[in-house]
């Protein structure tokens, strides 16, 4: 099956900087990639996602990167704010697949 | 538009008792996916319904089971409850192969 892996565990910035995730998979079938924002409390929330068909897609302060040949995509947050911190997990889908394979997730802490 | 609403919030159950958590689904989805997540791991897929019948299945054992209403909501069911089994339980819900949008989730306690 799927094996995603996450880097960094957690991560630290300071207000304003950005902030960067990457993400490995294994099967190179898999061609939908989201990213979901976890709270505390709270179920993880959509933020963005990919397909295979597409190597790069923005919105607002957040985009994300694909490299099909590599087998990696990685998430950006540009200008950070308080309000980003949360946990971050990157996800993967096979095109023969139904579920989601999570890595296993980024804390991200914003410094204010 | 509501989105995928999860009952109870909060379960304690103990050992070798038996659970059921409840999932509706966004408006418009009709398809029902549950995943557990430990405290401090990512999401682990259980399974997923469509059409009222198990789509696809993760490694759980047989003590995890389900089912899928006509109206599309959906149960989960644990049975002969292990410590183990504490976990933050996820629905989420989606219509074809498009996104799946969770809920809130449900926080199960066995001591």
């Known amino acids: 099956g799927e094996n995603v892996e996450q880097h960094p565990s957690t991560l630290s910035v300071q207000e304003g900087d950005s902030a960067v995730i990457k993400c490995t998979y294994s099967?190179?079938?898999?061609?939908?990639f989201p990213w979901y924002k976890q709270e505390l409390g709270k179920g993880p929330q959509l933020i963005i996602d990919?397909?295979?068909?597409?190597g790069e897609k923005k919105d607002q302060r957040i985009a994300v990167t694909l490299n099909k040949t590599a087998k990696h995509f990685s998430l950006h947050i540009t200008e950070t704010q308080p309000e980003d911190s949360a946990v971050y997990f990157c996800?993967?889908?096979?095109?023969?697949?139904?579920?989601?394979?999570f890595g296993a997730g980024t804390t991200v802490t914003v410094r204010a | 538009d509501a989105g995928v609403t999860q009952s109870p919030t909060h379960l304690i159950k103990t050992r070798g008792q038996q659970v059921t958590l409840r999932c509706s689904p966004k408006?418009?989805?009709?398809?029902v996916s549950w995943y557990q997540q430990a405290l401090g791991q990512g999401p682990q897929f259980i399974f997923q319904?469509?059409?009222?019948?198990?789509?696809q299945r993760g490694n759980f054992p047989d003590r995890f089971s389900g089912h899928q209403f006509p109206n599309y909501s959906s149960e989960l069911n644990v049975n002969a409850l292990l410590l183990g089994d504490s976990a933050l339980y996820l629905c989420?819900?989606?219509?074809?192969?498009?996104?799946?949008?969770f809920g809130p989730g449900t926080r199960l306690t066995v001591l």
């Open positions: 996800a993967a889908v096979p095109g023969n697949d139904y579920k989601l394979s």
């Open positions: 319904y469509y059409e009222e019948e198990e789509r």
């Open positions: 990919i397909r295979s068909n597409v």
């Open positions: 989420a819900s989606s219509h074809l192969y498009n996104e799946q949008f």
């Open positions: 408006s418009g989805h009709d398809t």
């Open positions: 099967d190179s079938a898999s061609n939908y």
